[in-house]
């Protein structure tokens, strides 16, 4: 690191917000209910519906999986879902393409009505439109990589040199070049997710569903793996829904996380909204082990320049990392960085400013309030309602 004009932040996606507008969000969801149990249509909308989920239970014998939630993914956005086993994440993102089928609420994809759509028109959804990456891969045991990859395009009706030629392409895209003809067992759990992954790339969906994808891959590996959506993210513009439990996976990849409990979304922002001004105790202790400096950035820390301030120290900007400005003015020697955006000073930081954010002794000024939800108490069970999901994984895993 230079501490010239250079200086970029070391993971731009988690901390630029949100890259699109609200205009033509790819998902649109208001109000979206979940309910498992008996008679679980009456509960949206009763006495009972802003009970616990003990209460909720003991009342109603239903569990609310997906609790009155609103939020829209904004086209080219990595959405991150995150939360606690058992807060909703995976019931959510199924019920996006009516893998489980809500209970009440609206939905929509690029402005089309989901919940209207026939089982022909679903099918096309599931298929072309969002495509679903599993975290137990979902792979064919007798096909090799590159039928795996194929089998989209396939039911897609494209001939089988055009398959075969767009496979290879893909199977090269997700670093696999090489391997195409062996089987799902003869490789490692690394490269069987790049073949899921390649797999719902064939069919080039408007947006990519992720339900833990790598929690059962070994860090490492983990790590390549998150690369790899970053570089979706960075390269192709790729609209994502990620669903974690892991925090630092969230904080690395989400443009904007939805934080669930019980579930509800209790916080929506960027990973710094996130991180540096919690909705309430329960973010705050979420996120009471994240190293600020590595999440906030320089414009949240920076204060106006006083006069001569404007004429030395090393330029940072604004999206730079508080971690980054503190190696640059520690190496420059200098008292502030000046923060530059395109040419322009638009404040400076001092050490003061940034030991604050290490700290955590100063609410960041530049993040804007958090977005609180309702907010429910108490721990969610499975209950009793049959609603299995058509998906090659089908039951949701628990890991917390
Ligand atoms: N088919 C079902 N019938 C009854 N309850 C269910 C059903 N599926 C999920 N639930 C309940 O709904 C709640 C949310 O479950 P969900 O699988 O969405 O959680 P999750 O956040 O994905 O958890 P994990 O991190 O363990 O995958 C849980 O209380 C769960 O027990
Ligand atoms: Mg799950």
Not at 34 to 62: D, I, Q
Not at 107 to 115: K, P, W, Y
Not at 119 to 147: C, I, K, N, S, Y
Not at 186 to 195: D, E, T
């Amino acid at each position: 690191m230079t501490g010239t004009e250079t200086l970029k932040a070391t993971e731009p996606t988690g901390n630029t917000g949100a890259t699109g507008t609200d205009e033509n969000p790819v998902f649109s969801v208001r109000n979206l209910w979940k309910v498992f149990g008996p008679k679980a249509g009456r509960v949206p909308g009763s006495e009972h519906a802003s009970l616990p989920p003990a209460e909720l239970r003991e009342a109603t014998g239903c569990t609310a999986a997906v609790r009155d939630v609103s939020f829209d993914v904004r086209k080219g956005e990595v959405f991150v879902v995150m939360g606690l086993s058992g807060s909703g994440k995976s019931t959510l993102v199924r019920c996006l393409t009516r893998l489980i089928e809500p209970t009440s609420g609206t939905l929509a994809i690029d402005g089309e009505d989901v919940l209207a759509m026939d089982r022909a028109r679903l099918r096309e959804l599931r298929r072309h439109r969002a495509a679903m990456v599993f975290q137990h891969f979902g792979l064919l045991p007798h096909r090799t990589v590159l039928d795996n990859v194929a089998y989209g395009l396939e039911i897609q009706g494209l001939s089988k040199a055009e398959r075969r030629a767009k496979a290879t392409e893909l199977v090269a895209k997700v670093g696999l070049a090489g391997l195409e003809d062996r089987r799902p067992s003869q490789l490692s759990g690394g490269q069987q997710q790049r073949v899921g992954l390649a797999r719902a790339l064939a069919v080039d969906p408007s947006v990519l569903l992720f339900d833990e994808p790598f929690s059962a891959l070994d860090p490492l590996i983990r790590r390549e793996m998150q690369d790899e959506v970053v570089r979706l993210h960075r390269e192709e513009g790729r609209t994502m829904v990620f669903i974690t439990h892991d925090l630092g996976e969230a904080l690395r990849l989400g443009t904007r996380i939805a934080l669930m409990r019980d579930g509800g979304i209790v916080q929506l922002g960027t990973p710094e909204e996130i991180v540096g001004s919690p909705a309430d105790d329960y973010v705050r202790e979420f996120v009471r082990d994240v190293p600020r400096e590595q999440v906030l950035t320089v414009a949240t820390a920076m204060r106006p320049a006083l006069a001569g301030e404007s004429e030395h120290g090393p330029a940072v900007r604004p999206d730079a990392t508080v971690s980054e400005a503190i190696e640059a003015v520690s190496r420059s020697g200098d008292p502030v960085a000046r923060v530059m955006d395109g040419g322009r000073l638009v404040g400076v930081v001092d050490r003061a400013c940034l030991l604050d954010v290490v700290a955590g002794t100063s609410a960041p000024g530049g993040a804007p309030a958090p977005v609180p939800a309702d907010v429910a108490s108490g721990a969610t069970e499975a209950s009793d309602a049959p609603d299995a999901p058509d998906a090659p994984d089908g039951s949701s895993e628990v890991t917390l």
